[in-house]
């Protein structure tokens, strides 16, 4: 490795400095659902990003009674034939928390006891809870039981606009499988900062091929390093149980993402985009371990829902650059390939420096502009498109007048 190679590996991970101050890793915290069946009851633990929660209850942090009824109005179990429970919550407290990937913010912990109707008992059941979802469509509800299996995901459905209920089975073990592969799924779609460092890796690549085989090659091999840097991390972290200060983590993927910039607009790294999508991408699987760590599953639960959770992420990694790969390619064989990687990077070093002040404390609104694009991940395909399509246009723009001034 050469020495500028280490000293760029060593930049990023020196973004691990711990410092004072927020880090804001996505867009939307999360909820967190507990449930513990006793007897003839289920008890839930109830765990709510405050300031979600006003947004979306207009109810302040010291209206207690409020913020009480709202989650009452807000969480609906039923049984199988659509008989409601009964629902009644316990204790309402507001409380300074640290949520692993978000850093310092406060949080609403609530208790509640559901019960059943008579003969319908607490094994099986529906969960209607849209507490916070209804309003902020990005927002995220976890659902585990007290013995650490995951249960399953609350969110809205981006076709409908609804959020459905959540069918929930405590009367035996239920394979995690499914809720965690649509867990990991919406994480990498919402997590803005892993694209954008993934995408900017594959502008070098496929802009400095000589060939669309050989940017197809190069593209595939930074994609593939990525996968497995952060799928290594991911498991260590996970089956270790390894836990790490959230905020320096946060901090270094920005630093991933300038350096990543800065090799886009001049090589830096020449031809080894794959080795640093490797090295850093290890720094990107430790916040994905994050949500994993956040649910307390069981060892058993945990190795199912790992696969799951990372099969989904790689999923949708790899749709979104069969997306963007057209567009790559497209922009990569323009006359006007200089301003496309420049713009690109610059795009990208403007999103990561924004990030960076924002982890270390400085919050500020190229941070949150670049964080709302995780609400709509489109975007980041949309602008390859784009700019491959302004080449183009202008090609034959600059045909056509050519053609026109022979006449």
Do not use: K
Not at 198 to 224: E, W, Y
Not at 318 to 326: D, G, K, Q, T
Not at 367 to 392: K, M, S
């Amino acid at each position: 490795m050469s020495r500028r190679l280490l000293l760029l590996v060593l930049a990023a991970l020196c973004g691990a400095v711990p410092v004072p101050g927020r880090a804001v890793a996505h867009p939307m915290p999360h909820s967190i659902v507990t449930l513990d069946p006793r007897g003839a009851t289920v008890a839930a633990s109830l765990q709510v990003p405050v300031e979600d929660l006003a947004l979306a209850s207009g109810v302040g942090p010291a209206d207690l009674e409020g913020l009480r009824r709202y989650l009452h109005d807000h969480l609906h179990p039923r049984a199988l034939d659509g008989t409601p429970w009964t629902v009644a919550i316990g204790a309402v407290t507001v409380t300074g928390d640290e949520q692993a990937d978000t850093g310092p913010y406060r949080e609403l912990r609530a208790d509640a006891v559901l019960t059943p109707p008579p003969g319908a008992g607490t094994g099986r059941f529906t969960l209607g809870y849209d507490a916070v979802v209804h309003q902020v469509v990005t927002h995220t509800v976890f659902v585990a039981s007290r013995s650490g299996d995951a249960l399953g995901v609350i969110a809205v459905d981006p076709r409908t606009m609804a959020v459905p209920d959540l069918t929930v089975t405590l009367d035996r073990h239920r394979s995690s499988f499914p809720a965690m592969l649509g867990l990991g799924a919406r994480h990498i779609v919402e997590g803005t900062d892993h694209l954008l460092f993934l995408l900017v890796l594959l502008i070098p690549a496929a802009f400095r091929a000589r060939s669309g085989r050989t940017a197809f090659r190069r593209i595939g091999a930074v994609t593939l390093a990525f996968t497995a840097g952060h799928s290594i991390a991911l498991a260590v972290s996970a089956l270790t149980r390894l836990e790490l200060p959230a905020r320096p983590v946060e901090a270094a993927i920005a630093v991933t993402i300038l350096v990543g910039a800065g090799h886009a607009a001049r090589p830096l790294f020449p031809d080894r985009e794959p080795l640093i999508a490797g090295l850093f991408g290890l720094v990107h699987g430790l916040a994905f371990a994050f949500t994993l760590a956040e649910l307390h599953l069981s060892a058993g639960s945990l190795i199912v829902s790992l696969l799951g959770f990372n099969l989904g992420i790689e999923l949708v990694q790899l749709l979104l650059v069969a997306l963007a790969l057209p567009a790559l390619l497209v922009a990569a064989r323009s006359r006007h390939r200089r301003a496309v990687r420049l713009a690109g990077a610059a795009l990208a070093a403007v999103a990561a420096t924004g990030w960076l002040a924002d982890r270390l404390g400085f919050p500020n609104p190229v941070a949150r502009a670049a964080d709302t694009a995780g609400a709509h991940p489109a975007f980041l395909v949309g602008a390859l498109v784009l700019t491959a399509a302004v080449p183009l246009i202008a090609g034959r723009r600059g045909r056509l007048s050519a053609a026109t001034t022979r006449r």
